[in-house]
């Protein structure tokens, strides 16, 4: 599902993003990657969805190469990768129901299908009961569960949750990683980024550790250990 090989980022001389790594996740795999700050989490994520261009190495995603794609073809790999961010990224003149729309309206999808898949999506989040809702009307965690609802309209075959739970409480924490086990249940890759220690140690699933740019350890059922 996503093969990287020899990968590397090189920002400038002394800066580098990424270094030599080699990672293989399966169809259907739930994988942690931690690291500290500046270990290389973000540019892994930025060269997955082609913000940024890998200085060496190939990256593959399903068997299609996109280590040098094109800008064309740039919107076709973001609805195969899901993306779900820290700060929500919500339009906030838009009710809860409008931005998940927003998403499909832009990809230039029928409304008759708009009209189908956003119920469906709303209802695996929670929050079918608050879609006339905005932005400001909602808790953190609800927030976030929309940014997450707008990322399965697509059905991505993965799906890149970048610290979703940063700006979160323990509970809401918690509810946000039980929809990503649910989703993952469905059958999509989850790729959870974070440093939150407690998140990782209770999934007990992969574990991937970068540490200075460089793939640390990667374990089956593995721990946060640094």
Known sequence: MIVLKNLSKQY????VGLHEVDLHIQPGEF???VGQSGTGKTTMVKLLIAEE????GKIEIG?????NISRHDVPLLRRQIGVIFQDFKLLPQKTVLENVEFAL???????????????RVLDIVGLSHKNERYPHQ???GEQQRVAIARALVHRPKILVADEPTGNLDSINTQEIIEILKKINE????????????????QLKRRVVTLHDGRLISDEHKGKYRL
Do not use: M
Request: hydrophobic letters at 35%.
């Open 63 to 67: 068997g299609w190469d996109i280590t």
């Open 138 to 140: 909602l808790s953190g």
């Open 31 to 33: 994988v942690s990657v």
């Open 12 to 15: 400038t001389r002394d800066s």
């Open 53 to 56: 261009r890998p200085s060496a």
């Open 186 to 201: 469905f059958g999509t890759t989850i790729l959870l980024v974070t440093h939150n220690r407690e998140v990782v140690n």
């Open 105 to 119: 309206e832009v990809a230039g999808e029928r409304k008759s299908r708009i009209q189908q898949v956003v119920p």
